[in-house]
């Protein structure tokens, strides 16, 4: 008898963006003339830039010849991506990584849903919510969460509330817990941390031997001098955090797929005799079995973003949705309407009308406006009452959503 893995079934019943779907699909079939705006699933809408296309080209003409065909590559990478990440992300910074401590891979979705296979079964896992769902449910998956109650939250998770009244900079845990997940700039509430709030985090972890998955997919959009790009700017977070990278949003990759992962070398876990023992080693372990590389072809796209041309365009493409941002949040301002992010990252979180549920003001929204956001509540339980809009559409659309807005009878 083949048993399936109940830890599936404590999952809710679809994943969050198949639900929003479902329903646009359903208001779509019944109001076919309806001209629905989409600003829901963070998905880019600018196309990828020249030097990257060139890039592509080039690498596809190589594939046509025997003397530079490229076959299986590096689990981990080639080499001539990786000299230009720790290049151009980390070195400006003042931070010195190893090559070897650099993961390319097709998307962060994938690396920081996977990276948690490293670890026990039986870590206490703590997540701030609201919380991209996929941190969330592949821990269930992996059998850490324990129940859900009747709001959704699991029995052996210690959630961290992100609200306005703390300014979505929740305390650190009162007790131990051993992973720690962190998205700043967040999705989906748009906000960040300075350095200082960042340093708590760090100082927590090395005080618990916790480990920070870190997540900076939006790193790109930062604006403002304090915000932290990268969680290595803290003094000692090589020794307690992972981070997750991507193209997706700062390039344009949603579509291509290339990413990557920080596992720094001294970085441990432990075995169970409290023996520590090298994560970047067990990561690379899971990498070559798993794993055969992302493509030649996206890597030489994603070498591009840090050519000269490259750089420059793809800075136009964050200015242009950086600007929708603006747009969406000061236009939403000059109407009563309560909102955070957008400033340094291309979402905003949208406090609802009349204390709606995120649900029905999802409804609304669809219903007499014909746009689609993301119900804040699939995101947890602390995102009930909040509306997330992405600043990926191109400008036209945008500036219509602003104007509709101004049309809800509420």
């Known amino acids: 008898m083949a048993k399936i893995n109940e830890n599936y079934l404590n999952l809710k019943g679809s994943y969050l963006f198949s639900e929003i779907a479902q329903r646009v699909a359903h208001f779509k079939n019944n109001n076919p003339d309806a001209n629905i705006i989409r600003l829901g699933i963070g998905d880019v809408t600018q196309p990828l830039c020249p030097a990257i296309i060139e890039a592509m080209h080039t690498a596809v003409d190589e594939m046509s010849s025997q003397e530079s065909f490229a076959g299986y590559g590096p689990e981990q990478g080639y080499r001539f991506l990786i000299e230009k990440i720790i290049k151009y992300q980390f070195e400006p910074y003042g931070i010195h990584l190893d090559e070897s401590e650099i993961f390319v891979s097709d998307g962060s979705k994938c690396d ?31 059998g850490r969460s324990g129940k859900p109650n009747n709001n959704n939250q699991y029995q052996n998770f210690v959630y961290l509330e992100s609200t306005a009244e703390n300014g979505f900079n929740p305390p650190t845990p009162s007790g131990k817990v051993d992973l720690i997940y962190l998205c700043f700039p967040n999705n989906p509430t748009g906000t960040t941390l300075t350095k200082k709030q960042l340093k708590v985090w760090v100082d927590y ?8 998955l870190f997540d900076a997919a939006y790193e790109a959009f930062i604006q403002e001098p304090d915000v932290p790009h990268s969680i290595y700017e803290i003094e000692g977070a090589e020794n307690v955090a ?27 876990g432990y075995k169970s005799n409290g023996e520590p023992y090298s994560l970047n080693a067990l990561w690379n372990r899971r990498q ?23 750089r420059m365009q793809i800075e136009n493409n964050i200015s242009y949705y950086m600007d929708n941002a603006k747009i969406i949040r000061e236009g939403l301002i000059s109407q009563g309407i309560e909102c955070y992010g957008g400033i340094n990252a291309p979402y905003v ?38 509306y997330r809009l992405t600043a990926f559409s191109d400008r036209s659309q945008t500036e219509k959503v602003v ?8």
């Open 112 to 142: 920081s849903a996977n990276i948690q296979e490293i670890f026990d079964k039986d870590l206490v896992v703590s997540l701030m919510s609201p919380v991209y769902p996929v941190y969330s449910d592949t821990n269930i998956m992996a």
């Open 349 to 386: 979180w949208i406090k609802t009308p009349k204390n709606m549920s995120s649900w029905d003001f999802f409804s609304l929204m669809l219903e007499q406006v014909h746009v689609v956001g993301t119900p804040g509540v699939g995101f947890g339980f602390s995102g009930e009452g909040y």
């Open 403 to 410: 104007q509709r807005f101004a049309n809800l009878a509420l």
């Open 242 to 268: 992972i981070e997750f990278r991507s193209f997706s949003k700062t390039a344009g990759f949603t579509g291509l797929r290339c990413a990557y992962t920080v596992v720094p070398k001294s970085l441990m």
């Open 288 to 310: 070559c079995t798993k794993f055969n590389g992302a493509s030649y072809i996206s890597q030489k796209a994603a070498e591009a973003v840090f050519s000269d041309e490259g």
């Open 205 to 212: 972890a090395k005080e618990n031997k916790s480990i920070i």
